[in-house]
Structures are given as C-alpha cells and as structure tokens.
C-alpha cells in the first residue's frame, strides 16, 4: 500500500522466514531491533535514517513514552489500533473495525482517527478483488470451505473446527494454517482419514490465500484482519473471536450482516459450528444478502485513502 510512494524501513526484533523473504522480494528494507520499545534504538534508528518524515507503530508496547520520543525526534507518529484507546502524541490513528461505536469516538480527542473499513488495511490483491467484484459475486464456481483460525492458533482450534466439519457436513474443506501452527502433526493424521475432503495448506502468501478464498463457497475465520480479507474476496463468511482485541472486529462484522456469528471460540462454539455451516450453505438467499452487504462496506479504495491521510499529515502535494 505504502510502497510506490514511500521508501519503507520494517524495524522489529523478530522477523519469521517467510515474511523476511517477501520484504526482501519487495525491496523492503529490514532494521533488527533487539528490544522494540528501547528508546535508544528509535534514536539509532532516526540517526541511520535522519531523512525519515513519519513512523507507524503497530504493538502494544510501542506506548506513551515511545510515540512522545518518536514526535521529539521529529517524526510523525502513525499508530494502528485494535482498541480505540486514546493516543495523545499520535498523529494518526488507523482501526479498521467494522463501525465503531459513536459513543466511544466522541471520548477520543487528542489525534485525529480514522476509523471503520473505508480505512481497511489491506494488501492490493485484495483491494483489487473488491474493485473487480462491485454489487454481487455468484457462487455458483465456488466449492468447500476456506478454513483458518489464524497464523498461530495456540489453542488448535483449526482441529476442532475440521472435526467438526468433516464429521457432520459434507462439504470439501481448504484448511490454511501458519508457519507457527504446531498441531500439524494431528491436522495431517486427520487428512489422511479424509483424503478427498480436506486440503491443508502451510504459509501461504496473500496472493495465494485470496485465490484460495476466492474459489470457496463459504469461510470461517476468527474476526481479525483476515476476517475483512474474506469480505473483499466476497466469501460468505462465519467467524468468532478468540482474543480480546477482535472483539471490536467481531462487534462491526455482525452488526453490519458481513458475516454469521460464532461468539466466543475459547467456548462452546464447536456445537454451532456445523449447524451455521450448513444454514448459509443451504440458503443462496443469505449468502447473496451477505456478499451484497460485503460490497457495499468495502470499495477497494481505501488504499488511496490512507495514503491521501498520510500526505495531509505531511502536508505533501
């Protein structure tokens, strides 16, 4: 997003593989850092780049301390935000939660915020599937279930999720999991009893999980970014929240009809989790109703709009 029109420098203490790879493939240039909320380190940082103009800080212990060194060094501070806490050194806050309550923004004074999925931060090859795809998306060439319960998933809730699946439907499932996953093991025991109906996929890239998401019927994923990457391929969607900071994700996403609800994952979802898989796949009706609800919630231009916030942040033509 920020690539053709800004020189990036990625500082962070730890850096998986495959991640290392794409940046490098990009030409992105990565500072290790050994404590990334040390201000010594920003200072070494702005030092080795005295010509860098702002800094975007995504990770709850880049607090107060670290956002007023960063503006004392004459940076402007860019923050992503899972909670709509308040900033008062931040020039702009991002938090792309599906409508936010009116009644916690008023409380938010100190920087300007901009907020809900007309900001969704989202790589270009999902932007690009919102642009393509304008009021509706047929799922007639679509077939099975695009899976995945997140990149880490301590919990293995992707296990129980298939179980469930392959045990009361009879649908396909395509089962994305991270690099970090650890139940894969299990995961691949339980695709050898299904051969024909579960596919695991391990670190894929954007491009390859929007082409995933986009030949599914339908999605279950946690209401967390990847959660309103289904909503730009069109997936009719189910999803739930495992950590605190998606509930305000979850909150928006059901609220606005973009996806059917599963609650809490970390409680008896298991036994709805069929159930709701087989009411959307039943019912084109709600599937068509939820993809119309997706299209008109995200237009695929919110890359110019951040970029065009950013420019007024820097006073740039």
Known sequence: MLKESFTIIFASEKLPTGLFERLSSKEVK????????????????????????????????????????????????????????????????????????????????????????????????????????????????????????GGLDSENITLSAAQELLLKTEIGIKCVVGNYYTGINDLRDLGQEYPNRLKIYKNLNHEQIAELMYSCKIGITPASTIAIEACACRLPLITGWVLENQKLIYDGLIAARLALPLGNLAGQWHRSLAHRAIELLSNEELMREIVQNQCGALDGRSGERVLTSIADVLDLD
């Open 30 to 149: 990565h500072e290790q850092c050994f404590n990334e909320s040390n201000l010594a380190e920003l200072e070494g940082i702005k030092k080795t780049y005295p010509l860098a103009e702002f800094i975007i800080l995504d990770g709850y212990n880049l607090g107060t301390a670290y956002q007023k060194r960063a503006k004392d060094l004459g940076l402007k501070v860019i923050v992503i935000d899972d909670h709509l806490r308040q900033f008062p050194y931040a020039d702009l806050v991002f938090n792309h939660a599906p409508s936010p309550p009116s009644a916690t923004v008023k409380h938010l004074a100190e920087s300007k915020y901009l907020l809900g999925l007309q900001y969704a931060l989202l790589q270009p090859c999902f932007l690009a599937l919102c642009s393509l795809f304008g009021n509706s998306r047929s799922s007639e060439k679509r077939d099975g279930i695009f899976l995945n319960m």
